[in-house]
């Protein structure tokens, strides 16, 4: 795989994200609802099979204004990331005004160098991340090395498609990318064949299938 630093950037990210932030979640939100809310019956379904005393840790890459949040089961314990100021105030608020006391932390990193130790969550979630990330290498490399083994690694993302009316569509939203900090071009393999994380479940979303859920599991 290859990183894909010449197309996006941390600083195009940002500013994409600082246009967006307060229009974010009325006109982003609606599209993504499908991918996030099968990414967090994801993790909660895993949470339900956790026998330890000790609450599930899950880290949430690329967290933005935190619409995931309030859906997480209360008694995991929730880290999110994002390399948007501007997102994580929103996701702060949202945090304050519905009382999520099962958000342990919201911090601006890169998803691409996380500073977490090696292995410390059970459960690593990108939603909407690899097509947006100056280096979704990286950012793949993080969540598997940050995960513990056995654990999971949950993906949503648009992957390309070869052709229909879809690729049609790709190859004009190109054109307007850059704008919207986005990469609708992003190829699946690009997330595949990982050293360190197996395929366990795949499956497309929603009625028109754009968005698709990998869930893969972190080797021992």
Known sequence: MTGRTDSLDENAVRRAYARWARFYDAVIGPVTDVGRAAAVAAVNSVARRHTGDV???????????????PG???HMRITGIDLSADMLALARKR?????????????????GALTYDTAVFDVSVAMY????????????????????????V???NHFARSDGWVLWFERKLERVAA??????AFGREQVLNHRDLDLVEERALG????????????RA
């Open 129 to 152: 991340v690899m097509s947006v990330a100056p280096n979704p290498d990286a950012v793949l490399d993080e969540l598997a090395r940050v995960t513990k083994p056995g654990g999971d």
């Open 55 to 69: 609450p599930l840790k899950v880290i949430e890459v690329g967290v933005g204004s935190g619409l995931s949040l």
């Open 154 to 156: 949950v993906i949503v």
């Open 179 to 184: 704008l919207i900090g986005w990469h609708p």
């Open 72 to 74: 997480y089961d209360r």
């Open 95 to 111: 945090v304050d005004d519905r009382a999520l006391g099962h958000v342990a932390a919201l911090e601006e990193m890169d998803a």
């Open 207 to 218: 009625l028109l299938r754009i968005f698709t859920l990998m869930r893969f599991r972190r």
